[in-house]
């Protein structure tokens, strides 16, 4: 079965802090995808970014940026010079390659970012 | 184009009664998921399909759950006897099929509270 962990149920920072979401997952599958969705007040999830289990290649997209260390079998997300509209609950999900494609979801991290 | 739509956006009922949730996919994908996101949690997987038939039913929590999607399109999650504990978001998301993994596209989500 897989497991994805997301330790800090909450975060707040101000204004153009940086700011780190931590993800660890579980699973015996050698193939998998690693996902961040973004869920503000309105409640749609968005779809952030995917990683396959084979590119552990970090990638940088604007202010957001993403650690892939299979080593550790963490995820991490990482927000520079946060604003105020990247205050939202932040997810990790996790699927394997032969389970139908349906995600395995962590708890979320509420991100608050105060002006 | 449009997105995955869902309907009721909200929906209050008594303890007891039948819902039913609808989910109206993106044109051409084949892949619809049902989702449940209780207060303060990640989604959790319920039921997919692929096409018609539910290839995997694993997340349903009991027999009171079920789910069709006779034409292969609009899917519909009905609920029988409410409970109090049924009381969330439900989420659907549909995508292509096929060649690895394809992305997940969420609805809004349907907030059921039963009283």
């Known amino acids: 079965a897989q497991k994805v962990t997301q330790a800090q149920t909450e975060i707040s920072v101000v204004e153009k802090e940086d700011v780190t979401l931590d993800c660890v997952y579980e699973?015996?599958?050698?193939?998998?995808?690693l996902f961040w969705y973004k869920q503000p007040p309105s409640g749609e999830l968005v779809f952030l970014i995917r990683?396959?289990?084979?590119?552990?290649q970090n990638e940088i997209s604007g202010r957001y940026s993403w650690n892939f260390q299979k080593s550790t079998s963490s995820f991490n997300f990482t927000i520079t010079a946060s604003q105020v509209v990247d205050s939202a609950v932040y997810f990790c999900a996790l699927t394997i390659r032969n389970a139908g494609n349906m995600l395995t979801f962590g708890g979320g991290t509420r991100l608050m970012v105060k002006p | 184009g449009a997105g995955v739509s869902q309907t009721p956006s909200n929906k209050v009922t008594e303890k007891g009664k039948y819902v039913e949730l609808r989910c109206d996919p993106i044109s051409g994908h084949t892949a619809l998921y049902w989702y449940r996101q209780s207060l303060g949690q990640g989604p959790e997987f319920l039921i997919y399909f692929q096409g018609t038939g539910a290839a995997d039913d694993s997340g349903l929590p009991n027999d009171r759950f079920f789910a069709v999607r006779p034409e292969g399109s609009v899917s519909t999650l009905k609920i029988q006897r409410t409970e109090r504990g049924d009381s969330a978001v439900y989420l659907c998301?549909?995508?292509?099929w096929g060649g690895g993994y394809n992305e997940q596209f969420f609805g809004p989500g349907t907030r059921l509270t039963v009283l």
């Open positions: 998301a549909s995508s292509f």
């Open positions: 990683r396959n289990s084979f590119d552990e």
């Open positions: 699973t015996r599958d050698t193939t998998y995808y």
